[in-house]
């Protein structure tokens, strides 16, 4: 059976191959705030690079703007309190950065490589305890 390459399948491919590259990438930060509830109004968000901790924007305001072209990454404007080695500033600023790619929801736990382990899931074994009452 041979594939038919229509120009729509083609565009439809270069789109998803786009969006699959900016997702490795990471996320922006108006990306995070859509994802979250209220529009991330209320939250915390870091930076993914930021060496200091308990560093973080408390949202404030956000205000989303229209997406020209075929960019995947929502556009906007934030505002919050900045949190910066566990000090609040107490002064409502406009959030810088917003568009690269190094944002994550606070905390940001930073993922852990296991090399030459396997991971085990701890559901598969359950507690003696549950085994006697299934049996009865």
Known sequence: MSKIVTPVTKHISEVFSKLAK???KGSNFMDICF???NRG?????????WQE????????????GENIGTNT???GKAWGYL??????????????????????AFPYI??????DEKLVESNTEQ??????????
């Open 110 to 115: 930073k993922p852990v490589i296991i090399a």
């Open 127 to 136: 507690p003696k305890e549950q085994e006697q009452q299934n049996t009865q």
């Open 41 to 49: 109004v209320g939250h915390k968000i870091t930076k993914i690079g």
């Open 22 to 24: 900016n997702k490795k």
């Open 53 to 64: 901790p308990n560093t973080y924007w408390t949202v404030t305001k956000v205000k989303f």
């Open 83 to 104: 949190t910066w080695g566990g000090k609040t500033d107490q002064k409502i600023r406009k959030v810088i950065d917003i568009y690269e790619k190094k944002w994550s």
């Open 73 to 75: 990454s929502l556009r």
């Open 35 to 37: 994802s979250l509830t």
